[in-house]
């Protein structure tokens, strides 16, 4: 059984992840999405709401759990058993960052976490929550960007009626 953990914000989930979800659940047996309780952040979204919303738009995918954790990534794949993580790679521009990380938890892990990286479809390589959230807070179309149900909650979150 090959399993494998997709960490991230998800602040929310947009199609790049969702792109990178599908396919990783296509390699895996098992994938588990893990949501990051990160208190330096100030999300849009509770951990409790990005956890739901991503648990909606998978929910067809019958191989893919939601879950949330805290604390470093290494010590939340050990206790899971997990030697895997799964990243999206978008453009040069994420390259640096997660080599950086990739290797830290490989160190830190004593080799024993890998990580395998998805080059994002073309078609959502632009993407970035950051993006769809302040397109979104100035009233713009994020239709092409995340599905219907999370748009309708993302203007909810900056009190824009559409
Ligand atoms: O969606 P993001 O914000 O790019 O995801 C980053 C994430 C959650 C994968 C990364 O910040 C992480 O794994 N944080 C947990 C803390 C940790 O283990 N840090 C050391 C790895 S460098």
Redesign the pocket.
Known sequence: MKAAIY????DPVTYGHLDVIRRAADIFDELTISV?N?VKKTPLFSVGERVKILKEATKDLKNVTVESFS????DYAKEKNIHVVV?GLRAITDFEYEL??AQ??RL?SGEKLDTMFLTTSLEYAYLSSTTVKEIASFGGDISACVPEFVADEIYKKYGVTK
């Open positions: 960490p991230g914000s998800f990051l990160n604390g470093l990534l290494v990243r950086q990380n830290t938890n830190l």
